[in-house]
């Protein structure tokens, strides 16, 4: 794998933890420049259109518990 395709595969792991906590589906989320975590949250659903969220940070957790809680230490926008 090329530094192209793990950018752009990491790129997509990270989204998917953004759609994971936007939509606040119960996981455990990790993100740093190494490496991600996601155990839990959803795949995002590009049906009409791609979902376009990001996260602003390069360093955060996240967990998200049943009945809508989450707790993070990210505070910013998850909007492109």
Known sequence: MNAKQASINKQ???RA???S???LIPGLYFWCPYFLIRIGG???DDNPYRYPGTIHSYI???LV???YKIFTTYQGS???
């Open 60 to 62: 955060g957790i996240a």
């Open 42 to 44: 959803a795949i995002p």
């Open 12 to 14: 997509e792991k990270l």
């Open 65 to 67: 518990l049943p009945g």
């Open 17 to 19: 933890i953004t759609y």
């Open 21 to 23: 906590m936007d939509l």
């Open 78 to 80: 998850y909007d492109a």
